[in-house]
């Protein structure tokens, strides 16, 4: 049934002794997913980037980021890595460059698949419904695509090229696609209150998102 608005606030209070919350937690991660540990091999193909978030090293207003992009034939070879180390899944993540467009990646996350057989999360972005398809058919398994918060006014101050409601859409998308698909959102952010946070909660719970990250 989930806690309501009001019991996620009290339990996010300072006040609030988290020992309960904690042994909770993990009794039901431990009843779900077990104690094994799963590693994903994090490849990270580019840090060029368009947006201007003002929480990230890599925006693109950044001078004093030394950039860096790897070729296909890099990516392939992180990928052969992954499977000499018994890996089974990698991450291929960048900043929104142009230059890596989805129609360049399609290439790549076939040839991955096609070479390796990894399940592949990609974490690129937004794009449109129709490059979240064809990702997806060139063999693309999850994909990331954190949301940071569910407050609009903080949305727009942390991140003030991007639009609040494209990336829902996005995510709805990725949905529609046949992802899996994972978002999540930053604790401590300046401005942010309990409030928000305990909305950001209701908001995974609504999404029905397969992977969490705070």
């Not at 937690?25 to 779900?32: I, S, Y």
């Not at 040839?111 to 990894?118: F, I, Q, R, S």
């Not at 449109?128 to 063999?139: C, E, M, N, V």
């Not at 959102?185 to 908001?203: F, H, K, N, R, Y």
Request: glycine share 8%; aromatic share 8%.
């Amino acid at each position: 049934m989930g806690m309501n608005k009001k019991e996620l606030i009290e339990a996010l209070s300072p006040a609030t002794d988290p020992a309960p919350f904690f042994a909770l937690a993990d009794k039901v991660r431990r009843e779900n997913v077990g104690d094994g540990v799963h590693i994903r091999g994090l490849i990270e193909f580019s840090n060029h980037c368009r947006r201007g978030c003002r929480y990230c090293g890599i925006r693109g207003s950044n001078p004093k980021v030394r950039r860096y992009r790897l070729t296909k034939d890099e990516i392939l070879g992180c990928a052969r890595t992954a499977v000499k180390l018994r890996y089974h899944t990698v991450v291929m993540q960048s900043g929104e460059d142009p230059l890596w467009s989805p129609r360049d990646l399609i290439p790549v996350v076939e040839a991955v698949k096609k070479e390796t057989g990894l399940a592949i999360t990609l974490s690129v972005g937004e794009h449109t419904k129709d490059d979240y398809r064809a990702l997806r058919a060139a063999g693309a398994d999850r994909f990331l695509l954190r949301f940071e918060t569910s407050d609009r006014a903080l949305f727009k101050a942390l991140k003030p090229d991007s639009d609040y409601d494209r990336r829902f859409a996005c995510l709805a998308w990725l949905r529609e696609a046949g992802f899996q698909v994972g978002s999540g959102v930053m604790a401590g952010l300046p401005g942010q209150t309990t409030e928000s946070l305990a909305d950001d909660i209701l908001l995974f719970k609504k999404l029905d998102l397969d992977m969490i990250g705070i």
